[in-house]
């Protein structure tokens, strides 16, 4: 058995150093434990001015414990995983735990709900793209910046990124179960920077794949200035009531808080506008969200969540009717809810029938909103304000960019609002969500 602190670890080792963990544990007088070991590797390139401006590799073992001793819970973790210094961890942790306050609802999850390690392979991991030199790595970075770089005197600046990702884990606990999962991902990233008569607009754009043979490696540099010189020269619009467009790519900042709201946490630190809400109306027939966690290659696939539980597919929303929350173990003793898993794996949508130039071309008045400069939203109350950037839109054609605006209202009536539904959700994260149009939002501009 390797123990050494960043040395690779074949699932072996992993598991032969977490049944040691667990031992220990209930030796020194913990009821029941978990583990999770982690190995990870990294590499962030950063290309500005042509020249390589951060290059950083790094691989590393880290593992994580959770603890219950005499009905009291603690978390724990660490990156040294020498045999001593394990055992001198866990024996301190355990003695740290049995100061803290009794917890009747904290304990392992009961054994049928464990994933029973029968799954098909998820396509999540790419055996090989640790073997790519950086070399090659460096020069895909060169290409994106390359792309634009020189070619319109409107360009201010130009930087280019390649970045990666590896990860393999293992799960046990001291209720027999054990499971393993890997995943990984790679991306390209130009963000650029343009002159214009009020200002330095800058915009990004960016290509990611779990699997190095199907990352798209060109492009990447003209998508991001594209979108930068669009921007130039915005203008203010008056304040009003409109019709948004928000596009794909930025679509999931209003998402999120929604998610947030769903989780079981949050309903009972009463910090939820959708507490009690289930098999109600929460949003307008336009909206069905489902989590399927067992989506081959998607980016938050998984057979198993962070306690063992096994995955299955669900409906959040139906129709505009909300049909369930996110509720750990925990949490689900403590609300008298079932438990279905604490966190989000790929979150889909039901699409529509139009993509976002269809949807553009629909619109007789109203606004595309392409980014979010800040601004926040009450997950108790669901009151929210955000800035935006995009443009105005009139007789189905956009007529010029605007700068300096923002959005405000209520979540639970924002929801509501939803119009239409695009065909285009966006493939790069675990919240694909599409292209979403909103009716009469209150928009503070001039």
């Given amino acids: ?24 544990a209930l030796d020194k007088g913990a009821s029941q434990a978990a583990v999770a070991i982690k190995e990870t590797s990294r590499r962030q390139i950063e290309i500005r001015e042509r020249k390589i401006d951060r290059l950083q590799e790094s691989i590393g073992n880290s593992l994580s414990v959770d603890l219950y001793v005499d009905r009291k819970f603690s978390s724990h973790s660490t990156n040294l995983i020498r045999e001593k210094d394990l055992l001198k961890f866990i024996k301190e942790a355990v003695e740290a735990t049995r100061y803290l306050s009794e917890d009747e609802f904290r304990y392992l999850p009961e054994k049928d709900l464990y994933y029973s390690g029968d799954g098909e392979d998820l396509k999540t ?11 090659e790595k460096i020069g895909l970075a060169r290409i994106a ?14 930087t280019s990124y390649y970045s990666d990702n590896v990860t393999s884990m293992i799960l046990a606990d001291s ?5 393993e999962a890997g995943s990984s991902f790679a991306g390209i990233t130009a963000e650029v920077s343009v002159k214009d008569d ?18 798209k490696k060109s492009g990447i540099g003209k998508t991001a200035f594209e979108r930068a010189i669009r921007k130039s020269n915005p203008k203010k619009i008056r304040s009003g009531k409109y019709n948004i467009i928000v596009e794909n790519l930025v679509s999931g900042t209003l998402l999120n808080p929604f998610i947030s709201s769903l989780l079981g946490a949050s309903i009972y630190q009463k910090n939820s506008f959708l507490a009690g809400k289930i098999n109600t109306r929460v949003a307008s027939a336009y909206l069905t969200i489902f989590d399927d966690p067992l989506m081959i290659s998607g980016f938050g696939s998984r057979h198993f969540d962070i306690e063992g539980l096994r995955s299955v597919k669900r409906v959040v929303v139906e129709e505009g009717m909300l049909r369930s929350y996110y509720i750990d173990t925990y949490y689900g003793r403590k609300l008298n809810l079932p ?6 794996s790929n979150i889909t949508f039901k699409t ?4 976002l130039n269809g949807l553009i071309s629909s619109a007789d008045r109203g606004l595309l909103i392409s980014g979010f400069n800040g601004g926040n ?27 300096e605006l923002n959005i405000s209202g209520n979540m639970k009536e924002f929801w509501n609002s939803l119009a239409e539904v695009g065909n285009d959700p966006y493939p790069y994260s675990s919240r694909m969500t599409p292209t979403l149009v909103f009716e009469d939002t209150d928009v503070s501009g001039i």
């Fill in 175 to 179: 209720n027999g179960f054990k499971g």
């Fill in 198 to 215: 009020k200002g330095r607009p800058s915009d990004s754009w960016g290509e990611y794949s779990i699997f190095y043979d199907k990352l």
């Fill in 377 to 403: 939203c009450n997950g108790a109350t669901g009151d929210f304000s955000y800035g935006i950037e995009g443009f105005y839109i009139e007789n189905g054609k956009i007529l010029h960019p605007v700068s």
């Fill in 352 to 355: 529509g029938k139009n993509d």
């Fill in 1 to 24: 058995m390797k123990l050494t602190d960043n040395e690779p670890m074949d699932t072996s080792d992993k598991y032969k150093i977490a049944d040691l963990v667990i031992k220990t």
């Fill in 339 to 344: 438990p279905t898993s604490g966190s989000g």
């Fill in 125 to 135: 991991l790419d055996p090989v793209l640790n073997s790519v030199g950086s070399k």
């Fill in 145 to 158: 910046e390359e792309e634009v770089y020189g070619t319109d005197s409107r360009i201010i600046s130009v």
